[in-house]
């Protein structure tokens, strides 16, 4: 398997304790992108960007920035994997949207885009960010389902694992 990085944005600490969780389980590097660099994007062939979901379907702050260099970069022949987070419970009809607009951004990249999650089990209203009826990476809730967390971890991983190579 090639190397990984793992880039995060992060306000509350939550998509930092994913981030660096999926990291540590893929042997991969992690990164804030909040101090990240196009050419520490460059450096790797397999990428996982994640980001939190704010207000009424924003990307998590820090990503402002950082979507200005992404809109400009060449991802030809990258693997890349996303995760999101969201409230399910407060937000149903914007959850993980963060996700659904980083798969906007990077879906006519030029890289591969793999991870894709059911929306079974979830109880999320949102319809917006599916894609073929799935969500375009890993949806997370650690504010009402911390508790599952772990288990869509793993299955997510045993999807994306065979892609890095």
Do not use: C
């Not at 402002?64 to 809109?71: M, N, P, Q, R």
């Not at 060449?74 to 419970?89: E, P, Q, R, Y």
């Not at 890993?138 to 694992?161: G, H, M, P, V, Y």
């Amino acid at each position: 398997m090639s190397k990984i990085a793992v880039f995060y944005g992060s306000s509350t600490g939550n998509t930092e304790k994913i981030a660096k969780k999926i990291a540590s389980l893929l042997e991969a590097d992690v990164f804030d992108i909040g101090y990240s660099t196009m050419e520490r994007i460059h450096a790797y062939n397999n990428l996982i960007l994640g980001t939190s979901t704010w207000g009424f379907g924003d990307l998590q702050d820090d990503w402002d920035a950082f979507v200005a260099l992404l809109s400009s970069a060449k991802l030809d022949g990258k693997v890349i994997a996303l995760f999101g987070l969201g409230d399910s419970d407060l937000y149903p009809d914007t959850f993980v949207n963060g996700l659904g607009h980083l798969y906007d951004l990077l879906k006519n990249k030029g890289g591969k885009i793999v991870g894709f999650t059911d929306t079974d089990g979830y109880h999320s209203e949102n319809t917006d960010i599916l894609v073929d009826g799935r969500f375009p990476g890993l949806a997370l809730d650690e504010d009402n389902e911390a508790n599952r967390s772990d288990q869509r971890i793993e299955k997510w991983l045993q999807t994306i694992r065979p892609e890095f190579v």
